[in-house]
């Protein structure tokens, strides 16, 4: 159900290059088509997580896949915990504030979004680097057994 995030892991799954996916090399290749492409180019996901309300009691991630300094992804509910110190839990939503992508990494503290580069911080959501410029919203979390579930 999520997907790993290693902090230090900076390849992009699809194309192996650093902070390059399929995705920016093809909409980056271009004007042919560019009609076309244009609507392949937006936003990969900008439906956003779905209300606290609805989240809450879900099991976000197992607390054992949180890694200290960094965080886990989970796609089924677009949202990200992190764990800034140990035993310190945060979840955000995981839906990138700039123009909706959804993030796909945490490397070296930050939460990272594909589409245009921005950056935001495992300990509190807020823009490390743009171009966003309002920081992710914050989901209350609590641990649970051994998971991460929206409060
Ligand atoms: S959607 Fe543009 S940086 Fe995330």
Redesign the pocket.
């Known amino acids: 159900m999520s997907d790993d995030v290693t902090p230090g892991a900076d390849a992009a799954p699809e194309t192996g290059k650093p902070g390059t996916t399929r995705r920016t090399v093809l909409c980056g290749a271009g004007a042919a088509g560019a009609v076309a492409a244009l609507a392949a180019c937006g936003?990969k996901d900008n439906t956003g997580a779905k209300p606290a309300s609805d989240l809450r009691g879900t099991e976000i991630v197992k607390a054992a896949d949180v890694p200290v300094g960094g965080g886990k992804i989970d796609k089924a509910t677009k949202l990200v915990v992190t764990q800034p110190t140990a035993g310190q839990y945060r979840a955000f939503d995981a839906t990138?504030t700039?123009?909706?992508?959804l993030t796909d990494r945490v490397t070296g503290g930050l939460i990272q979004?594909p589409?245009?580069?921005?950056e935001f911080r495992v300990a509190d959501g807020t823009v490390a680097r743009g171009?966003?410029k309002k920081k992710l919203t914050e989901y209350p979390v609590q641990l649970k057994g051994d998971g991460i579930v929206v409060a």
């Open positions: 936003p990138c700039h123009q909706g992508c979004c589409c245009h580069g921005s171009p966003a």
